[in-house]
């Protein structure tokens, strides 16, 4: 059973001069209104290498990987993040890593990246498993009442107290994390809506960009006093914005100002709950959908952890349950698109890259190019056995990104959500609440169109963890 609506592009690749529609606003409101119908017909009429005017700008579209690994790694120094849709996911993210360009995103990167080191995620192990019992003790409530619950909401409340706490040493109490939560969702889900019709700057007050900013100073208010905290020393020297403010970069010695640091942590926050939240979200959609893959994955879960609480250094043996987030992270990767900007003039594919020219790839349709993926709208971990994934990468296949700017904290979101999949396993079974096939919606990251809701069923009774058990 599938679990994905039918928009799967053809596989051809272009031999004359690059196709697509140009010099008409027609395609800008086509792709803002409904880009992943607009994006499957383009593909499907024009091939794996087009050109389309969006928002004014000339932009090739690519869709075979060999193109993209061409913009991702071989010539990634000619390709930086600029360009309108950058432009405009800045009104909220600043200048973090996620749109940050060169020289800045090199320096933040290097004074960032020994903060997801291996070693360092390993040591996040106890408060990530203990934010992960704490929903569940709370999900028992609903359990008992028979209530369902809406798991989209659940996993977003889950990972936003995983990253605060492991990475901001923060433990806010339910009525800030749902500020928090509140603020966080109606800022992207505005500025997703301006970047789809950014027909009045944001600056014009309309109702819409009104909410924008006042959600976007609630959220600043709590991120500048998380800085004012750890500024005062209040906070752990051990934690993520304790390291980012005594980092130094080797060569000009400067540290982080207080905007900058603004700027990283909500991009941290962003990318280590939005994403995380929306991907276990379409996990149990999939899980409910596919029995049988739901009682391989218990199968492994008995098999390896017992019903002992697991930790980092169980994961590997977790081989099922990284299948399972793979093949999900290829069929719903949140960053369902993504756009480079051309530095100097270029070729790809045989076509003519100038300066200037926007990039735009879709990750949703590349997992699902057909050279590349045989029956690409079945849900099959097995994709990503070791006997038919030899080496590890399976090309065309970018669910963290490629090259430099891969997503820094790849690890520590495989197994945040390794030990949320196995440690709910353990205790519960997700009965949905519909069968019905949930589509997806591209905002800023791929939504369920509708809340995926499940009602709860005890698996096992588990000792306290207090007893060293799980």
Known sequence: MSGTPPLTSKSRRPNNRPPGPRGSFAPTLQFQRT????????LDEHGDIFSVDLLGMPTVVLNDPT???????????NYDRNGPAVEMARNMFGYGLGTAARPEWLLQRRLLQPAFHRQRIAAFDEMMTTAIETTHDR????????????V?????DLALR???????????????LRTFTDAFTVTTQELASFMRFPLLPLSVPTPGHRRFHRSLNVLDSIMYEMIRRHRADEGSDQSLLSRMMAARDAESTEG???????????TMLFAGHETSANTLTWVWYLLGRHPDVEQRLRTEIDTVLADRRPRTADLPPLTYTRQVIQETLRLYSPAWHNYR???????????????GTTILWSYYFIHRHRNYWPNPEQFDPDRFSEAKNIGGIHPGYYPFGAGPRMCIGNVFAMAEMQLTIAMTLQRYRLVPTSDKVIAPVPLITLHPRRPVTVHLERYRS?????????
């Not at 999900?139 to 809406?150: M, N, Y």
Request: hydrophobic share 40%; charged share 25%.
């Open 67 to 77: 193109f993209v690994d061409h913009v991702l790694k071989r010539h990634h120094h």
């Open 341 to 355: 900007q051309a530095v100097a003039d270029d070729e790809i594919g045989g076509y003519r890259i100038p300066a």
């Open 256 to 266: 982080m100002t207080d905007r900058q640091l603004r700027d990283e942590i909500l």
């Open 152 to 156: 989209g909401a659940e996993m977003t």
């Open 462 to 470: 588990l000792s306290s963890p207090s007893t060293g058990s799980r």
């Open 35 to 42: 880009p992943l119908e607009f994006l499957s017909r383009m």
């Open 162 to 176: 995983i990253v605060l706490a492991t990475l901001f040493d923060l433990n806010p109490g339910d009525g800030i």
């Open 139 to 150: 999900w028992e409530q609903a359990r008992i009442a028979g209530t369902p619950i809406d």
